[in-house]
C-alpha cells in the first residue's frame, strides 16, 4: 500500500516534471513564432528584408550569451531564482515585442526572449537534482519531446493568428501570456536549493556578445555599406580584437565561461566546428525557405505566394514533426554504428537535400520532400554531438564542453540567419505592382546560392566527421545511450542538455 509520503513525493516529482515541460514549451513558442511571418513583420512595419531579418538574429545572439551565463548562475546561485529572473526577463521581452510599433523596439524585445534559450539546460538540471533515479529518465524525455511539441504548435499559431493579413503582434500576446502562467508554476511549483556558490563571469558574457555584435553586424550591412566600407572593415578587425581579447580572458579565470583548454582538444574543436556548420545550415533552410514560399509566382516567376498559415502548416510543419520523431532514431544509432558515423550521415543527407531544392524548387512537393529530409538531417546531426563529447572528455567537464558547444550552435544559427538575409537582399529584381509601385524582391538566383551555402556547410560537417574526428574516444556506457536516446528528441537544443 503506498505512503502518503510517496504520494506527495510523487505528485511533487509530477509537478516538477509539468512545470519544466512548461518553460520548455515556452522557449519552443518563443524561438518558433515569428520565423513564419517574417515577410509580414517586415510588410507591415515597412522596412527591408535585411532589417525584419534582425528578429532572429537579434535572438541569437542574445542566446550565445545568455546560455552559458544562465547556466553558471543557476550553479551558483540555485536554479528556482535564474528560472524565475529568466522567465521575468522573457516576459519584459514579450511585452516590449506586443507593443513595439517599430523595428528597433521589435528587435530589442526578441533580444530580451533570448533570454528564454537558457531555461532548456536548467529544466534539465532541475529534473537531475529534484528527481529520484527511477523517474528521471522519462521525465527528461518528456521535457526534451516538449520542444517539438512546442515548435510545431507555434507554427500552426502563427499561421491562425497572423491568417489574413492580421497584426502580427498577436503571435506576441501569445508569448506574454504563456510566460505568465509558466512564471507563475515555476513559483508556486519549483522547490528553493542553495546553489553551490562560486563566481560568474559577467565580463565574458559581455564581451562574448560584443564580439559577435561586431561580427553580425558587417556581415548583415556590408551590401548596404559598402564592403570596402570604413564601418564595414573597422567593424571586422574589432571582431578579430574582442574575440581574441575573450579567449586570453578567459584562459586566465578559475570559473570562465569558456573553458579555452577544451578548445585545443581535437575532437572537441571538431564537434564544435561541426556543430556551427549545422546550426548556419538550419538558419538557411528555415529564413529561406520562408522568403521563398511566399514570393508571388505572378510577379516573381517563382514561389507560391504562401500566406502565413501555409508556410507555416503546408512547408514547415512537416519537417518538425519528422525532426521530433527522427531524434530518438538517430540516438538508437548512435549506441550502435557511433555518434561518428551518425554524424557524418546526416550531414551528407543535409548536403543533398539543400542541393535538391537548390535545383528543385518548381512545385510543392519538391520543397517540401527536401524540407522534411534537412529537418531530419538536422534532428540526427545534433543528436550525435553530446555523445562525441561525453566520448571525449573527462566525466566533470560534459557540462562545460557541451556548454561550449552550445555557444557554436547558436552563434552559427546568428550567422547564418544574418548572412542568408545578405545573400537574398543582394540580388534583387524589381517588380511594378499593379497600382504603380515597385517592389524588389530577391532573384532566384540568390535563394539557389542560399540553399548552396547552407549545402556547402553541411559538406564541411560531413568532411570533419569523416577526417577531422578519426576513431578517437571511449565507447558509451549503457546508461549514456539512454540519455542521448531520450535527449535527442530535443533536436538542435541536446548539446546544452548532457552533463549539466
Known amino acids: 500500500m503506498t505512503s502518503s509520503f510517496e504520494r506527495r513525493r510523487t505528485a511533487s516529482s509530477t509537478a516538477i516534471v509539468l512545470t519544466m515541460a512548461g518553460t520548455v514549451f515556452l522557449l519552443a513558442m518563443a524561438q518558433t513564432l515569428p520565423v513564419p511571418a517574417l515577410p509580414q513583420i517586415g510588410l507591415q512595419l515597412g522596412v527591408s528584408a535585411t532589417t525584419v531579418g534582425w528578429v532572429t538574429t537579434a535572438t541569437m545572439l542574445a542566446a550565445s550569451a545568455f546560455t552559458p551565463l544562465l547556466g553558471r548562475l543557476g550553479d551558483v546561485y540555485g536554479h528556482k531564482p535564474v528560472i524565475l529572473a529568466t522567465l521575468a526577463?522573457?516576459?519584459?521581452?514579450?511585452?516590449?515585442?506586443?507593443?513595439?510599433?517599430?523595428?528597433?523596439?521589435?528587435?530589442?524585445?526578441?533580444?530580451?526572449?533570448?533570454?528564454?534559450?537558457?531555461?532548456?539546460?536548467?529544466?534539465?538540471?532541475?529534473?537531475?537534482?529534484?528527481?529520484?533515479?527511477?523517474?528521471?529518465?522519462?521525465?527528461?524525455?518528456?521535457?526534451?519531446?516538449?520542444?517539438?511539441?512546442?515548435?510545431?504548435?507555434?507554427?500552426?499559431?502563427?499561421?491562425?493568428?497572423?491568417?489574413?493579413?492580421?497584426?502580427?503582434?498577436?503571435?506576441?500576446?501569445?508569448?506574454?501570456?504563456?510566460?505568465?502562467?509558466?512564471?507563475?508554476?515555476?513559483?508556486?511549483?519549483?522547490?528553493?536549493?542553495?546553489?553551490?556558490?562560486?563566481?560568474?563571469?559577467?565580463?565574458?558574457?559581455?564581451?562574448?556578445?560584443?564580439?559577435?555584435?561586431?561580427?553580425?553586424?558587417?556581415?548583415?550591412?556590408?551590401?548596404?555599406?559598402?564592403?570596402?566600407?570604413?564601418?564595414?572593415?573597422?567593424?571586422?578587425?574589432?571582431?578579430?580584437?574582442?574575440?581574441?581579447?575573450?579567449?586570453?580572458?578567459?584562459?586566465?579565470?578559475?570559473?570562465?565561461?569558456?573553458?579555452?583548454?577544451?578548445?585545443?582538444?581535437?575532437?572537441?574543436?571538431?564537434?564544435?566546428?561541426?556543430?556551427?556548420?549545422?546550426?548556419?545550415?538550419?538558419?538557411?533552410?528555415?529564413?529561406?525557405?520562408?522568403?521563398?514560399?511566399?514570393?508571388?509566382?505572378?510577379?516573381?516567376?517563382?514561389?507560391?505566394?504562401?500566406s502565413v498559415l501555409r508556410t507555416s502548416v503546408a512547408f514547415m510543419l512537416p519537417g518538425a514533426v519528422v525532426s521530433v520523431l527522427m531524434g530518438p532514431i538517430a540516438g538508437r544509432l548512435v549506441g550502435r554504428i557511433g555518434a561518428r558515423f551518425v554524424l557524418l550521415i546526416a550531414s551528407v543527407i543535409g548536403l543533398c537535400a539543400l542541393t535538391a531544392l537548390a535545383l528543385l524548387h518548381s512545385t510543392s512537393t519538391e520543397v517540401v520532400v527536401a524540407l522534411v529530409v534537412a529537418n531530419a538531417a538536422i534532428a540526427i546531426a545534433y543528436a550525435a554531438m553530446p555523445a562525441l563529447l561525453v566520448a571525449n572528455v573527462a566525466p566533470h567537464e560534459t557540462g562545460i564542453a557541451n556548454s561550449i558547444n552550445s555557444i557554436m550552435r547558436t552563434v552559427g544559427g546568428a550567422i547564418g540567419s544574418a548572412l542568408v538575409v545578405t545573400i537574398l537582399t543582394s540580388d534583387t529584381v524589381e517588380h511594378k505592382l499593379r497600382n504603380g509601385a515597385v517592389a524588389a524582391l530577391p532573384a532566384e538566383g540568390a535563394y539557389e546560392i542560399a540553399f548552396l551555402t547552407g549545402a556547402a556547410f553541411f559538406a564541411v560537417a560531413a568532411l570533419l566527421a569523416a577526417f577531422g574526428l578519426g576513431r578517437t574516444g571511449r565507447r558509451l556506457t549503457q546508461h549514456e545511450v539512454e540519455e542521448d536516446i531520450v535527449l535527442a528528441s530535443a533536436g538542435e537544443f541536446a548539446t546544452a542538455s548532457t552533463g549539466l
Open 89 to 306: 526577463v522573457t516576459l519584459v521581452g514579450s511585452l516590449i515585442a506586443a507593443s513595439a510599433h517599430s523595428i528597433d523596439l521589435l528587435i530589442l524585445g526578441r533580444a530580451l526572449q533570448g533570454a528564454s534559450f537558457g531555461l532548456f539546460p536548467l529544466a534539465i538540471s532541475v529534473l537531475r537534482h529534484e528527481l529520484p533515479t527511477e523517474r528521471l529518465t522519462g521525465a527528461l524525455a518528456v521535457t526534451a519531446s516538449t520542444l517539438g511539441v512546442g515548435s510545431g504548435v507555434a507554427l500552426v499559431a502563427t499561421g491562425l493568428l497572423t491568417q489574413g493579413g492580421a497584426d502580427y503582434r498577436r503571435i506576441f500576446w501569445l508569448c506574454v501570456a504563456l510566460t505568465v502562467v509558466v512564471l507563475a508554476l515555476a513559483f508556486f511549483v519549483l522547490p528553493r536549493r542553495e546553489g553551490q556558490g562560486g563566481r560568474v563571469d559577467y565580463v565574458g558574457a559581455a564581451v562574448l556578445g560584443t564580439g559577435l555584435v561586431c561580427l553580425l553586424l558587417p556581415i548583415s550591412q556590408g551590401h548596404e555599406w559598402g564592403w570596402g566600407s570604413a564601418k564595414v572593415i573597422g567593424l571586422f578587425i574589432a571582431a578579430a580584437v574582442v574575440s581574441a581579447g575573450f579567449l586570453v580572458l578567459q584562459s586566465k579565470l578559475r570559473s570562465p565561461l569558456v573553458a579555452t583548454s577544451l578548445l585545443a582538444h581535437r575532437p572537441v574543436a571538431v564537434t564544435n566546428l561541426a556543430s556551427f556548420c549545422v546550426g548556419f545550415a538550419m538558419f538557411s533552410v528555415f529564413l529561406g525557405a520562408t522568403y521563398f514560399v511566399a514570393t508571388p509566382p505572378a510577379l516573381a516567376g517563382f514561389g507560391f505566394g504562401a
